[in-house]
């Protein structure tokens, strides 16, 4: 007969237990939210060159389905293509890239400034949005109140000029060598990914519990899975209203079709807010060409959008990802807040992951319910 003073003690030690293994684990999640809030730029920039390793092997593997060669010499392949067409579209439209670019710079600047003018000639407080770079080229030309023309400047104002150049040009230089790094970075880790897929994924479950290292491996190989088919219907989708965008708003008429056609295509890759973003500016482009070129633009934007969320994706897509778009929209907007740029950018991959891990657990309990009844 089990005394009941040890049942209180073996009781009172289970709490202690439970307890010290519930703090530490709330210590470890938290330390891990600090960490990723800590170092988020640098997470990101690996996962996108994951991303990137997951693309190159997609479209090996699709390689190997017409012809029968080694991994590394289809992989050889897809980046020899991949590399020749990119340098192909530099050299032969690399000089329509840069004066379109910069049309489109001064393009969307003056069209923002006359935004501003209607606004606030309507009696609308601009002062709450991002218009105070912004002002017009009469306004930039006009001299100061006290300048005495053809006067010299001051040594304090030359030494004030000569900082500011120095500080702009400074930021210009760090700016561009950081995002050089940051392309080469995820550009080595991508290619370094999937030239060896077999040893990362094997490392990856090496790190898993023994007892739970089969149910790592089934998710892991759907995860992979489902990245590979919507990588490569997304990079599909991207080409197609790229052409689309480019061909229409060359028919239309419209400065700086190509260039539109580029940033259309790359915001294809953030569903919903990149659509969003990419109309914006076709429409706000356009409106230098006049409110016909500005509704045409407008009327050739809803027929990209409805070609890619009707046609393209369900076609597409419809195996690769089923993600509600509410909670897609959400989980966007929450990461775009909290980590910029590259939380909107790669919400729906992550979004994914979480996705085939939950379907997972829940078909296992639905199957272990299944087993109990």
Not at 60 to 80: I, Q
Not at 130 to 140: A, E, H, K, Q, T
Not at 235 to 261: E, R
Not at 320 to 340: E, H, K, R, S, W
Request: charged share 10%.
């Amino acid at each position: 007969m089990t005394d009941p003073a040890d049942n209180r003690l073996q009781a009172r030690n289970d709490l202690a237990w439970a307890i010290s293994v519930g703090g530490i684990g709330v210590v470890l999640f938290a330390a891990l939210l600090a960490f990723t809030w800590q170092f988020a730029a640098t997470l990101f920039l690996i996962f996108s060159g994951v991303l990137l390793g997951v693309a190159l092997n997609a479209m090996s593997n699709l390689l190997g389905r017409v012809v029968r060669l080694p991994h590394a010499l289809r992989l050889t392949v897809v980046c020899l293509l991949v590399a020749g067409m990119l340098s192909g579209i530099v050299f032969l439209g690399g000089t329509t890239i840069a004066q379109q670019t910069t049309a489109l710079s001064n393009t969307l600047k003056s069209q923002l400034v006359s935004v501003k003018g209607f606004l606030e000639r309507n009696g609308i407080d601009t002062s709450f949005f991002d218009f105070g770079s912004l002002s017009s080229p009469s306004d930039d030309a006009a001299p100061a109140p006290n300048a005495t023309p053809h006067s010299l400047p001051s040594a304090g104002t030359i030494a004030a000029s000569g900082g500011a150049i120095f500080s702009q040009s400074l930021k210009l230089i760090l700016g561009t060598a950081s995002a050089v790094g940051n392309f080469f970075i995820v550009l080595f880790l991508g290619i370094a990914f999937a030239t060896q897929p077999g040893v990362y994924r094997d490392g990856l479950l090496f790190m898993a519990p023994a007892k739970h290292r089969a149910r790592a491996t089934v998710i892991v190989d759907r995860i992979g899975e489902t990245l590979d088919r919507w990588l490569i219907a997304q990079i599909i989708t991207m080409v197609a209203v790229f052409l689309v965008t480019w061909i229409g708003l060359s028919i239309i008429g419209i400065q700086s079709s190509f260039i539109l056609g580029i940033q259309a295509g790359l915001l294809a890759f953030i569903p919903t807010v990149g659509a969003i973003l990419g109309g914006l500016i076709v429409v706000l482009a356009s409106l230098a060409s006049g409110w016909v070129a500005a509704l045409s633009a407008f009327i050739l934007f809803l027929g990209v959008h409805a070609l890619e969320s009707y046609v393209l994706t369900p076609i597409i897509q419809r195996q690769a990802l089923d993600i509600p778009p509410a909670t897609l929209f959400a989980f966007q907007i929450l990461l775009g807040v909290v980590f910029g740029i590259w939380g909107l950018a790669l919400a729906l991959p992550l979004m994914a992951i979480a996705k085939v891990m939950i379907d997972h657990f829940k078909a296992e309990d639905a199957t272990a319910a299944i087993t109990t009844a």
